[in-house]
């Protein structure tokens, strides 16, 4: 008889996704309950049960098991092994960005590097965009330590919701242990980048949002480039949207990004007549809202923008044994749930001091000194 697995005990559906990274990295076996029992839909998620799906792809004897109702959840991680070739499905419940962090940060630490194609929705306004993905998250891994060959994200075709069709390729390099950051001076911005895309609909809706969110820029700052991605044919999926990820670059390399993206919910293109669906915000409304937004991240300060809170803190707890000090904008509640999930796994606790000057935080920790233990295992 094999020894008996003990599980650590968690409740509620917040912040899955988080739990099974850490799970897997500190290769701690979790046992969740609780999970939406009361809601009218309960237990869990397509888009959870894809991501576990995708867990044990990449892992070698990694065990799920769900009960019927879906409201419990056991999970005990293995190996991560990594590949090449990989497919992976994301279904249309949530876009390719949900997949991407979690695959980012265990893929890191496998035995082998990740190449995976990935096929669903690419933007969508609840997660990050893909375009965002390349222009910021990728340089912020850098900072770590990870080389930068074959570290790629690939756009083969573009998808929106409801019906997705969009496909990426996906490269992640393994590292042996992530480097400790001292990263504090967050600049001043020097130049914005952008793309636009539109997939299914008038190439015009681009440039509508483009004129109208250089109307705000170029009254900031004149270095202000924003790329057109027009997808025609099979590149540009199975359903009509279109969209913009911004991307101010300052004086000391930090990246502050927004996006969003436009498109009918899931039933609206089926169910409603022709002339009786929605009214999709306009593109110039759309190009307005997007600039004044990163107008608003680039005003909270930090190094990086509200939404990769949770990445620089996952990467600075798992770096090498040395204090690594950020400063941030005030603390989004995904970064708070970061906080509590890395104290949680890693028993790493963050120093944070307000900086009343400027209105931000730094915060300092030690890192765990995780080292990539998948190659000398097997």
């Known amino acids: 008889m094999g020894k008996q697995t003990s599980y650590t005990r968690l409740k509620g559906s917040q912040s899955l996704r988080q739990r099974l990274v850490l799970s897997t990295l500190a ?24 991501l576990l799906r995708l867990l044990e792809r990449i892992c070698d004897d990694c065990v799920v098991e769900i009960n019927e109702t879906g409201t419990e ?47 669903g929705i690419t933007n969508d306004p609840k997660d990050p965009s893909v375009d965002t993905f390349r222009s910021t998250t990728l340089p912020l ?10 570290l790629e994200l690939k756009i083969e075709s573009r998808g929106s919701p409801p019906d997705g069709g969009g496909e990426v390729i996906l490269t ?32 015009q809706f681009e440039n509508s949002m483009i004129h109208a969110a250089r109307g705000i820029f170029n009254r900031l700052l004149p270095d202000v480039h924003i790329f057109t991605d ?9 359903s009509p949207g279109y969209g913009i990820s911004l991307v101010a670059e300052t004086t000391s390399g930090c990246f502050i990004s927004v996006d969003t993206a436009v498109s009918y919910a899931r039933g609206e293109v089926d169910e409603i007549e022709y002339d009786e669906k929605r009214e999709l915000m306009p593109p110039d409304n759309v190009g307005e809202q997007i600039a004044s937004c990163l107008l608003e991240e680039i005003a909270k300060g930090g ?59 730094i915060l300092r920790c030690v890192g765990c000194g995780y080292k990539n233990l998948s190659r000398k295992l097997s």
């Open 303 to 361: 190094v990086v923008d509200s939404t990769h809170q949770g990445l620089l803190f996952l990467l600075c707890a798992l770096s090498e044994p040395d204090v690594s000090k950020v400063r941030v904008g005030k603390l989004s509640p995904y970064g708070i749930e970061t906080l509590r999930n890395i104290f949680d796994f890693l028993d790493i606790k963050f120093d944070i001091m307000p900086d009343p000057s400027t209105g931000t935080i």
């Open 141 to 150: 891994l850098k900072r770590f330590g990870v080389p930068s060959e074959g």
């Open 27 to 50: 290769s701690t076996p979790v046992l969740i309950d609780d999970i939406r029992a009361d809601d009218t839909m309960p237990g869990l998620r397509p888009h959870e049960i894809s």
């Open 172 to 203: 992640v390099p393994i590292v042996d242990r992530l480097t400790a950051v001292r990263w504090l001076d967050e600049g001043m911005v020097k130049r914005i980048r952008g793309v636009s895309f539109s997939t299914r609909v008038s190439s």
């Open 73 to 119: 959840l056991e999970y005990k991680p293995g190996i991560v092994m990594g590949g090449r070739n990989l497919v992976h499905d994301c279904g249309v419940s949530r876009s390719i960005g949900y997949f991407l962090e979690p695959l980012i940060l265990v893929g890191l630490f496998a035995k082998k590097p990740i190449s995976i194609r990935l096929r």
């Open 230 to 238: 027009h997808r025609a044919g099979p590149q540009a999926g199975k």
